[in-house]
T-cell receptor
Framework: NAGVTQTPKFRVLKTGQSMTLLCAQD?????MYWYRQDPGMGLRLIHY???????AKGEVPDGYNVSRLKKQNFLLGLESAAPSQTSVYFC?????????FGPGTRLLVL | AQSVTQPDIHITVSEGASLELRCNYS??????LFWYVQSPGQGLQLLLK??????LVQGIKGFEAEFKRSQSSFNLRKPSVHWSDAAEYFC???????????FGTGTRLQVFP
């Protein structure tokens, strides 16, 4: 039982490049979330999903897209990366009110 | 507006000393409250949570927290800190009618031997 896993762990992008972050969970949770963590700002919700095939915007959705084609996977896409998207990205899944987090993806956009 | 405030950005304690991390919330509905810990380079681990009932809740690693509705607070405590407790601690709030967590900005704990 791996819980929540994230791929990749670390990535460097150039401005304008695109990439996809993968989150996978093996707990059969309905809800999944993407957050970004920046110094002094805590965690901010980017997008979330309440079930397979559904997505919704969070607090800071601009510049990101998501897809939830399978219940166990939640993908976060950056179509044209900007330096302001340099951050640590966390995925979480939840059953009811309690969220469980992945180890994070550190992204550097040059 | 719904919010969580952690007034202490950085706290330093000696190993063996007691610890209290403060958390205040502003939330319209009955709150569900959480404390998470993040070790350097790691994800967030749930320490404890409060939904209802006894206002003093016990968590993992010897931590406890007390819900005080009159003060809108949910402070985290530990009677004797260990060097391995050095980490960043996040308070968060949600409710029964929402699927989103609101996080505080975190408190970084440093432990001196």
């Amino acid at each position: 039982n791996a819980g929540v896993t994230q791929t990749p762990k670390f990535r460097v992008l150039k401005t304008g490049q695109s990439m996809t972050l993968l989150c996978a969970q093996d707990m059969n949770h309905e809800y999944m979330y993407w957050y970004r963590q920046d110094p002094g700002m805590g965690l901010r919700l980017i997008h979330y999903s309440v079930g397979e095939g559904t997505t919704a915007k969070g607090e800071v959705p601009d510049g990101y897209n998501v897809s939830r084609l399978k219940k166990q996977n939640f993908l976060l896409g950056l179509e044209s990366a900007a330096p302001s998207q340099t951050s640590v990205y966390f995925c979480a899944s939840s059953i009811k009110e309690t969220q469980y987090f992945g180890p994070g993806t550190r992204l550097l956009v040059l | 507006a719904q919010s969580v405030t952690q007034p202490d950005i950085h706290i330093t304690v000696s190993e063996g000393a007691s610890l209290e991390l403060r958390c205040n919330y502003s939330y319209g509905a009955t709150p569900y409250l959480f404390w998470y810990v993040q070790s350097p380079g790691q994800g967030l681990q749930l320490l404890l949570k409060y939904f209802s009932g006894d206002t003093l809740v016990q968590g993992i690693k010897g931590f406890e927290a007390e819900f005080k509705r009159s003060q809108s607070s949910f402070n985290l405590r530990k009677p004797s800190v260990h060097w391995s407790d050095a980490a960043e601690y996040f308070c968060a709030v949600s409710s029964y009618n929402t699927d989103k967590l609101i996080f505080g900005t975190g408190t970084r704990l440093q432990v001196f031997p």
